[in-house]
């Protein structure tokens, strides 16, 4: 479940697909100048990549023209410029076709069928979920339901026995529907049961037909269907057929640790619009994961660099809104107060006004208070009503004692507070009109096509 942890994350392949991306987003980065030629180079490298991890075809051409019009469009967020703005909108449009973000949910007293082809992993699946929802505080309990290969029984009942799930199962019954059923009342409707059933050489009629036949009897609350990723783009074909025939509520993508090709199956989920629930990364019953496609898509672009730059992202929408308000001449002591509790410092404001073209006439000490005196005037404002702060002209003599005592801050910290308040007021005036916010707007970014 850790994404942070290296060792299942190293092992856990997309190789190529992570380095690919990597390269073509350092060179982006690199580029001297960022005109069209870099960037149908960068997209160029992104269909590349993504193609050769298998990803579907029309889906690598229509994320790559999603990503060219977005990026033309759009005015880089905050303090981003245009080529970090590329690269989150990379991000985004891969975390949209890889998956939701969804998690699985379920409980107690519900049924869930594993469907896949033979030797897709999912016996081992049975056995990994059963430990990982057992140690969510769940009573899961297994039934082997596969009559097609002789040793599925003892395979899961000694797996089982390794992590203490109780099995249902009948080794000489041919019928797994009847085993099913006897295996459900056994238990009594009591835990979460979770149901192995058989898989074929390949995607045949007598499989689909024997899934859909469970499935309509049963009805599991939720059928997963055990997706090998290395098998490519024959994923699409397992994946559409399971859907029609058990109607597929979410994958388990299995082999991830092994796999240059995870981009097939990553293409057949999204064409079946089912999420990924969890993702197999090795053989022993620990190596599998809950799946979070935003980590994901960040491990692979880089993730150091990808989350400074979501930040900034968001940075810039509090500026825009502060900006205006502040510029709108109506910039009352809630306005500094808003400020310091959003921004915890002025850094990003200070920022904003060194890029406007008339930053020199700003006096150095009002943008240059430390962050530890805005806390203070943070608590000071605390103590403030909400008509001394709209209007912090009625606050003299007597008001200014008692705001100190209630803040348990000096005197002089108040009147500092006040004079900070009246140098800023007097700085937004002097540039307080649209036209000029418009153009530091340009200049800061906004409105600034590719
Ligand atoms: N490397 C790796 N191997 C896995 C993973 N999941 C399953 N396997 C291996 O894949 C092989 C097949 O796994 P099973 O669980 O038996 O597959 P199955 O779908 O039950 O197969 P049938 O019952 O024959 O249909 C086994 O050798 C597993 O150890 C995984 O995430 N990574
Ligand atoms: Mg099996």
Redesign the pocket.
């Known amino acids: 479940m850790n994404y942070g942890d290296t060792s299942s994350v190293d092992k856990m392949v997309f190789e190529k697909l992570k380095s690919g991306l990597q390269d073509t987003v350092l060179s982006l980065r690199k580029a001297v100048v960022l005109d069209k030629k870099t960037v149908k180079e960068y997209l160029k490298g992104i269909q590349k990549t993504l193609l050769s991890a298998d990803v579907d075809v029309k889906l690598v051409f229509e994320l790559s023209k999603k990503i060219e019009e977005r990026g033309f469009l759009e005015k880089p967020p905050g303090v981003l410029d245009r080529r970090e703005n590329l690269i989150r909108i990379t991000y985004e449009a891969l975390v949209e076709l890889i998956g939701t973000g969804e998690r699985l949910q379920i409980k107690d007293g519900e049924k869930i069928l594993l469907v896949?082809?033979?030797?897709?992993?999912?016996?081992?699946?049975?056995a990994?979920l059963s430990k990982y929802l057992k140690k969510k505080g769940m009573h899961p309990k297994l039934i082997c339901a596969?009559t097609?290969?002789p040793a599925?029984y003892d395979?899961l009942s000694q797996l089982s026995e390794e992590i203490h799930v109780p099995l249902y199962g009948r080794p000489q019954e041919k019928d797994s529907l009847k085993i099913i059923k006897e295996g459900l009342s056994n238990f009594k409707g009591e835990g979460l049961t979770i149901i192995?059933s058989?898989?074929?050489h390949s995607l045949d009629e007598d499989l689909m037909r024997d899934i859909n036949k469970i499935y309509a009897k049963i009805k599991p609350e939720k059928t997963l269907l055990?997706l090998d990723s290395t098998i490519g783009q024959r994923a699409g074909e397992q994946a559409a057929a399971f859907k029609k025939a058990c109607n597929v509520d979410g994958v388990i993508l299995?082999?991830?640790?092994?796999s240059a090709k995870g981009g097939g199956a990553l293409s057949a989920c999204a064409a079946i619009k089912a999420p990924v629930y969890f993702?197999?990364?090795?053989?022993r019953l620990d190596?599998?994961e809950e799946f979070d496609s935003e980590r994901f898509v960040s491990r692979l672009i880089g993730f150091g660099d990808l989350q400074g730059l979501l930040e900034r992202a968001q940075e810039v929408e509090f500026d825009e809104d502060a900006a205006k308000r502040l510029m709108s001449g109506k910039f009352t002591l809630e306005d500094l107060y808003q400020q310091i509790t959003q921004m915890q410092n002025m850094g990003s404001l200070s920022k904003l006004l060194d890029m406007l073209p008339f930053g020199s006439k700003i006096p150095k000490d009002v943008m240059d208070v430390q962050e530890e005196k805005l806390q203070i005037f943070r608590i000071i404002m605390d103590s403030m009503t909400y008509e001394e702060k709209q209007d912090p002209g009625i606050v003299k003599r007597s008001r200014i004692d008692r705001i100190a005592v209630g803040s348990g801050r000096s005197v002089e910290e108040v009147r500092e507070l006040l004079n900070h308040y009246k140098k800023m007021k007097k700085m937004m005036k002097t540039f307080g009109d649209e036209r000029k916010l418009k153009q530091m707007m340009k200049r800061v970014g906004f409105g600034a096509g590719m």
């Open positions: 896949g082809t033979q030797g897709s992993g999912k016996t081992t699946t049975a990994k596969d097609f290969r599925a395979q192995d058989e898989g074929r055990v299995t082999k991830l640790d092994g993702i197999g990364v090795g053989e190596d599998f």
